[in-house]
């Protein structure tokens, strides 16, 4: 089992571990194509319990999988395995990378509102890389019996393994927090390179220039549900089938309809949830984001009450005292 036993696990071992590993590899393949289309009103509650814990398993392989990659790298020109110390990590890479997989694989279909190419390209990322890591583990099982041989094989698919989790891991995160995660703050070089636009630089809501200039709903309006609303109802995530950031769709509204109705601010959906009570479960946003400041609030009704435009200056739309104050206008 270590060095002090070149022979390393028996022929018949390492037999049974390679059909078991290639069955492994076969069903986790097959499962995007037997379960098909996620289904429109998600999975029973107790699954969708246990798929939330994927964001949590999943970085048990990605660590281990970095604690294998530092083994190897100690020991790049040998032909001789890496201690066998990296089989041991290698076995709890497979075995949770086979678990978050499952897991994720749970989550993407008790989520109907996930943006389906994403969280499909990030779905099967993580099912290729579970069955990469299955298949590295067989073969460092054969590498360590066979005194070294095979290692080359090894490595490579250690190499294609870190590759597919690095572009998985990135597809995730851009299913979590959107897809401007990683590079929306970026240094402005660093953008370039990336051949990203320049950063848009907006103007803050309060201060509004004093000669009414600026649009209420671009500059006033948009910069609020920017920052509170858009996170879950956006072009890759429509909780409630709603999506915020078009004007078109913000006033269509999701499933409930009427996001916002021009002109009444109580039948408008999605002020109507602003100014639900806390622990109401249909309050927005919802229990652990920061809430909208009461001037927030007043501003978006203010907005709504006065024709919901999509182009009024600020000039345009009578201001109360309580406007000019949270908009910092003399
Ligand atoms: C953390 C995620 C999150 C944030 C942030 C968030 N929402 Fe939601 N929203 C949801 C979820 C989940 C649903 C679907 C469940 C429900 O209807 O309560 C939803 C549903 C809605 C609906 C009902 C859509 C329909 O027609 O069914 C409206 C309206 C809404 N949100 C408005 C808002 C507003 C306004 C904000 C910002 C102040 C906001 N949401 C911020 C998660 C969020």
Known sequence: ???????????????????????????????????????????????????????????????MMVWVLLLEAGNPCSKKPARSSSRMAMLFTATTAVIASLLGFILYYSTPDYDKELAGRHLNGGILFACGTVAAFVVKFRVDASGGRGAALYRLLLLGCAGIMGITSHDGASLTHGKGYLSNHAPEPLRKMLGLPAKKVREPAAGADSDGKQVVYTDVIVPILERKCYSCHNAEKQKGKYRMDEYELLLAGGKEGDGIVPGKSAESNALVRIELPEDDDEHMPPEG??????????????????????????????????????????
Do not use: Y
């Not at 037999?15 to 393949?29: R, T």
């Not at 509650?45 to 970085?59: S, T």
């Not at 007043?298 to 908009?327: E, F, H, Y």
């Open 289 to 330: 984001k920061k809430d909208l400041e009461d001037h927030e609030v007043m501003l978006i009704k203010w907005w709504i009450d006065g024709g919901a435009s999509k182009d009024a200056r600020l000039s345009d739309q009578p201001m109360t005292d309580a406007v000019r104050s949270a908009l910092a206008i003399p």
């Open 1 to 63: 089992m270590s060095e002090s036993d070149p022979q390393g696990p028996s022929l018949k071992g390492q037999v049974l571990l390679g059909v078991a590993g290639l069955m492994l590899i076969a069903s986790l393949a097959a499962l995007p194509f037997l379960a098909g289309q996620p289904p429109e009103t998600g999975l029973p509650g107790l699954l969708k319990f246990i798929g939330r814990f994927h964001p949590v398993v999943l970085h048990l392989p990605i660590g």
